[in-house]
């Protein structure tokens, strides 16, 4: 059973900075793809920022500048730096990670419970 649990979610006051966090555990044969994606009351879940298994990172046009995707192989985690934060980036913000759980399995899709950002003005 593979789980992502995520830390680091809170409440900060317009350009403040957060940091999240999400580990991988359980059966974990190769991890590929680790991302973050945030959803907002009303709104769609909408991609944040993506990571490859090499280091290639793509970031949402409404936070590139402000948000550093990085990983730590050795530890299967993920983290969003987040600065200069806005009222905006107010959502519920959830790991995704392609990876696969047995040297015979295929790339398949696991998500975190989600953790509450909040940015007051």
């Known amino acids: 059973q593979v789980q992502l649990v995520e830390s680091g979610g809170g409440l900060v006051h317009a350009g403040g900075s957060l940091r999240l966090s999400c580990a991988a555990s359980?059966?974990?044969?190769?991890?590929?793809?680790m991302g973050w994606y945030r959803q907002a009351p009303g709104k769609e879940r909408e991609l944040v920022a993506v990571?490859?298994?090499?280091?290639?990172?793509n970031y949402a046009d409404s936070v590139k500048g402000r948000f550093t995707i990085s990983r730590d192989n050795a530890k299967n985690t993920v983290y969003l730096q987040m600065n200069s934060l806005k009222p905006e980036d107010t959502a519920v913000y959830y790991c995704?990670?392609?990876?696969?759980?047995?040297?015979?399995?295929?790339?398949?899709?696991?998500w975190g419970q989600g953790t509450q950002v909040t940015v007051s003005s």
């Open positions: 995704n990670a392609r990876l696969r759980p047995s040297i015979l399995s295929t790339l398949q899709g696991y």
């Open positions: 359980g059966s974990i044969f190769s991890i590929n793809a």
């Open positions: 990571i490859s298994g090499g280091g290639s990172t």
